[in-house]
């Protein structure tokens, strides 16, 4: 498997490429209020509003440095996987949605097999998003669950029902 690696305080962490739509440079956001401060607010994209996660503030509980090699990385989203009212696209998969991830160091792809990933052996139910980790000759690298970052309260602030009659249209 593919994965885009970046960096928080020092410890790596991987992003499954299949996953990425598209890697930009970072860009402003409009704010949200009322959203956990991890939410950095949305931008645009092709004239529709995209919510965007601060991975730093979320995981630190501080802002992404503003460095050359911090990105935007815009990834597909199933607001409501496995609910019986999901919204579904033509081949019968939940609807996805656009989500920006702002993550620091994003400047490497790594081949990891998926079998070389372990259970980290550390329950962290506040940060489900926090996967298996595996060794990649370099140190442990921990792979990035998107599908758990976000609870149910802020998919419903992010992915109003409205918003999910809407699904993306160019996966």
Do not use: C
Not at 95 to 108: D, K, N, P, Y
């Amino acid at each position: 498997m593919l994965f885009l690696l970046f960096d928080l305080d020092g410890d790596r962490y991987a992003l499954d490429a299949a996953g990425i739509v598209e890697v930009l440079a970072l860009a402003p956001t409009k704010s949200v209020p009322g959203a956990p401060a991890w939410v950095a607010g949305m931008f645009e994209r092709h004239g529709e509003p995209v919510p965007v996660i601060d991975v730093s503030q979320l995981a630190l509980g501080r802002p992404a440095r503003q460095l050359r090699s911090t990105r935007l990385i815009l990834v597909r989203y199933r607001a409501d996987e496995a609910g019986p009212s999901a919204m579904h696209d033509g081949g019968g998969e939940p609807a996805a949605h656009l989500l920006g991830l702002i993550v620091e160091r994003a400047t490497q792809t790594r081949r990891i097999e998926r079998e070389r990933f372990a259970e980290s052996g550390l329950a962290t139910p506040h940060a489900r998003w926090l996967g298996p980790v595996a060794n990649d000759g370099m140190g442990l690298v921990q792979w990035v669950e998107v599908q758990q970052m976000l609870g149910d309260d802020v998919k419903a602030l992010l992915f109003p029902p409205a918003a999910a009659a809407q699904p993306l249209a160019s996966l």
